[in-house]
Nanobody, 130 residues
């Protein structure tokens, strides 16, 4: 079972940028894994943001963030980033990362849409002021 910890949230003005980090522990050394970001605003359902399998170059991004958000793996393979630019007030939410060691390739991208993960972080809050 993986343990995840998000960081990097905060308050910014519309048009600003933030970089969220997700530290994933409980993986085998040099293991590839599936990781995804989700968000949930108060009173709204959780929605997918982006995700990928670290052993592939294919990435899933929700239409609402395409061209603005970029998900990537750090030089430390257990760190995942969500680079957010041109932030909008509607991006305000609690952001969560999730991971699964057995999801692969396109199956991982499917799960990045549905949110079917066992391991989740506690979340980091993002507030975008207009």
């Amino acid at each position: 079972t993986q343990v995840l910890e998000e960081s990097g949230g905060g308050s910014v003005q519309a048009g600003g940028s933030l970089r969220l980090s997700c530290r994933v522990s409980g993986l085998a050394i040099n293991a590839e894994y599936c990781v995804a970001w989700f968000r949930q605003a108060p009173g709204k359902e959780r929605e997918s943001v982006a995700g990928f399998y670290t052993g592939s170059d294919k990435i899933y991004s929700h239409d609402s963030v395409k061209g603005r958000f970029t998900v990537s793996q750090g030089s430390a393979k257990n760190i995942i980033y969500l680079e957010m630019t041109n932030l909008k007030p509607e991006d305000s939410a609690m952001y969560y990362c999730a991971a699964h060691a057995q999801y692969r390739d396109l199956y991982c991208l499917l799960k990045a849409r549905t949110g079917d993960f066992l391991s989740w972080g506690q979340g980091t809050n993002v507030t975008v002021a207009s």
